[in-house]
């Protein structure tokens, strides 16, 4: 049997040319890039490269960013670090963030949910794109506030702008790069303390970095561009798509629909159908698709994103995300829809 992956925002597959950028560095950079020795400085002048070529594509200084094993370890080394000095303080926060975002603010005593009055806040927390719906938000501006961006789904799909906030973070697996590699950035002189043990990172982030994984980030990267102008592409495709599965049934919904998303998700309401038996009856007929968050795979609870946007627990349980790579083609949509209508009218 074919199999069709459209499940992109979970994570993309690793371009060929990453592949063999790891390998290579798996074959000669595998010295400790912490070491002093000739092996491991050889290492390290790699990594530093990496540094520069991603601060030049995001428009900020090298010693900016910190590298780290994924995104959920950058928000939790961020928003720890900021712990001692706003943990008391108001902070405005998307309530469809990532999981990786709202755990570490749990312990935080005045949190609010956007949309809301942001006077006063000492922290904001925006996704620049929610990864279930695709919807894309602009940053609230407050006076003094820490802004922090959740880039991850954002990266690579659409253009990321930093200049309207103070930090952010940024996934390597959703955009052709490996597992294993994220980015932290901060402007200087935020009220950050770091919070894990370790020389690395200038102090940032305790310990080994992962030599391969960067290189692969970096590789990434380099192919930013084309990446963007070929996500560009699926809109048109995401659009049909989405207008032959609404016209099957007025109870049928696209979210965010009327507002800016990422031109390869679509986040589809199937009233009156489950959204987890759907999903697995378009996997055994050749489809990867999701009913949301990978984090959230196989949970009882609907997910938190979609109720999050003021639909009923029913509705949120009747969501399937489809969401498309780059390159994806025409007919493996309509070859999508047709099975999609098979399932739904059975």
Known sequence: MDRFYFD??????????????MERAQRELWANPTS????????????EEARR??????????????????????????????????TFMPAAVNPGEHSACLNPLRGWANVRWLPCDVTGAATIVQMA??????????????????????????????????????AAVFSAHKMGGPRGAALLWMRPGLPWTPTMEGPQERRRRGGTEDTAAILGLSEAVAHLPDRLA???????????????????????EIIGKEQPRLP?????????????????????????????????????????????????????????RISM?????????????????KIIRR
């Open 264 to 320: 390869n998700t679509s986040s589809l309401l199937l009233r009156g159908h489950n959204g987890e038996a759907v999903h697995m009856a378009m996997d055994l007929a050749g489809f990867a698709i999701s009913t949301g968050s990978a984090c959230h795979s196989g949970a009882t609870k609907p997910s938190h994103a979609i109720m999050a946007l003021g639909y009923r627990e029913a509705d949120a349980r009747s969501v399937i």
């Open 8 to 21: 992109a925002n979970a994570t993309a597959p690793p371009l060929p040319s990453v592949v063999s950028v």
């Open 129 to 166: 794109a929610n990864n279930e719906s695709g919807i894309i938000s602009e940053m609230p501006q407050v006076a003094e506030a820490v802004r922090i961006k959740d880039c991850c789904q954002a990266w690579g799909k659409v253009a990321v702008e930093l200049s309207d906030c103070d």
């Open 53 to 86: 070529t991603i601060a030049l594509s995001l428009e900020v200084p090298p010693s900016q960013l910190v590298f780290c094993a994924s995104a959920t370890e950058a928000l939790h080394v961020l928003i720890k670090g900021l712990d001692q000095a706003l």
């Open 36 to 47: 002093t020795h000739r092996e491991g400085q050889a290492a390290r002048q790699a990594i």
């Open 230 to 252: 070929q996500n560009a592409l699926l809109e048109p495709l995401r659009d049909a798509m989405e207008a032959e599965v609404i016209s099957w049934s007025p109870d049928f």
């Open 325 to 341: 790579l780059p390159g994806t083609s025409e007919d493996s949509v309509q070859r999508l829809v047709a099975a999609l209508k």
